[in-house]
């Protein structure tokens, strides 16, 4: 630039940029378009608000995005599950990192429903009845697969054999940090049978011998260093976790205070109380006894 009034080489657009748009493809007679490829039409097509309400349409935006991030983070957990059963510790730091990358857009989305008042909600609140987020089957897999269960939760998807099958099998199944524990168990670590052949039905509590066993990782970080990175990411992931149900609790709270949810929980009491679940004791403890 030359006295800030006339524009140099640099300034100069490349050669044929003012064309760019002019040379891209625009023929998809017979070629799959961006909005084909991703089924945009059957997108919209599912945003359906039930009355006029302006801010339904938000309330129902914000649930379609994150039960679609909810399923990407069954399906990356799974897959990460899926190696770390079979030893291998690497490509499922990857997967769980992607998992926590999802999480924060998760907890991001209760922000943007935050720009809805009280008395905006009550405008539609009465149109879907007794339809909460609590029967979210994509958010309760995610639950189950992270170790926090109760059999009682599959009672809102009975009624659908093609959502209650997996769930049932993932509340029998292990979870991320049982597999953990038995690749503790697989490199020479002592833990305990009781631990390794638990009810997976419930949730899992805090063990003197895993913490040990996790303390002597922590110790050594140089010899056990993918076990170690794998503790960290799923405190990476736990942590999350409790954002995102913090985020929840907040955004309920100041939503409806402190009236019965519409799925039939206390609302914010319920809540309230599930913040106090732990899903991998011993990783959390660890930090106390280092």
């Known amino acids: 630039m030359s006295g800030g009034t006339q524009g140099g080489p640099e300034d100069a657009p490349a050669p044929g940029a003012e064309h760019a748009a002019e040379q891209a493809y625009s023929d998809f007679r017979k070629n799959l378009s961006y909005g084909d490829y991703l089924r945009l ?9 039930i009355t006029d309400a302006h801010d ?36 499922p730091l990857k997967m769980l990192t992607r998992v926590v990358r999802a999480q924060e857009q998760l907890t991001n989305a209760w922000e943007v429903l935050k720009t809805m008042t009280p008395a905006d909600y009550l405008q539609f609140r009465h149109a879907f009845g007794q339809a909460s987020g609590f029967q979210s089957q994509s958010y309760r897999m995610v639950e189950f697969l992270l170790g926090n269960r109760n059999p009682t939760m599959l009672r809102p998807h009975a009624h659908r054999p093609d959502l209650h099958g997996p769930l049932v099998e993932a509340l ?14 697989e490199r020479g670590f002592a833990i305990p049978d009781e631990v390794l052949q638990r009810d997976r039905t419930q949730k899992p509590e805090l063990n003197e011998a895993v ?17 170690y990175a794998l503790a960290e990411k799923l405190v990476d ?14 955004t309920v709270s100041r939503t409806i205070g402190m009236k019965r949810g519409s799925g039939g929980t206390s609302g914010v009491g319920y809540l309230r109380s599930a913040l106090d679940h732990v899903l991998f004791p011993e990783l959390w403890e660890v930090r106390t006894r280092l």
Do not use: C
């Not at 039409?41 to 608000?49: G, K, M, S, T, V």
């Not at 039960?67 to 490509?91: K, S």
């Not at 992931?237 to 907040?250: A, I, S």
């Open 41 to 49: 039409d059957d997108l919209r097509a599912a945003h359906q608000p």
């Open 56 to 91: 339904e349409h938000l309330f129902i935006a914000i649930h379609h995005v994150s039960e679609v991030w909810l399923d990407l983070i069954v399906r990356e957990l799974l897959a990460a599950m899926a190696l770390l059963e079979r030893g291998i510790t690497d490509a």
């Open 172 to 185: 029998h199944g292990p979870s991320v940090y049982d597999l953990a524990l038995r690749l503790l168990s």
């Open 211 to 227: 913490l040990q066993a996790w303390l002597e990782v922590y110790r050594n970080t140089e010899a056990y260093w993918d076990l």
């Open 237 to 250: 992931v736990e942590d999350n976790f409790r954002r995102w149900r913090f985020n929840h609790l907040t």
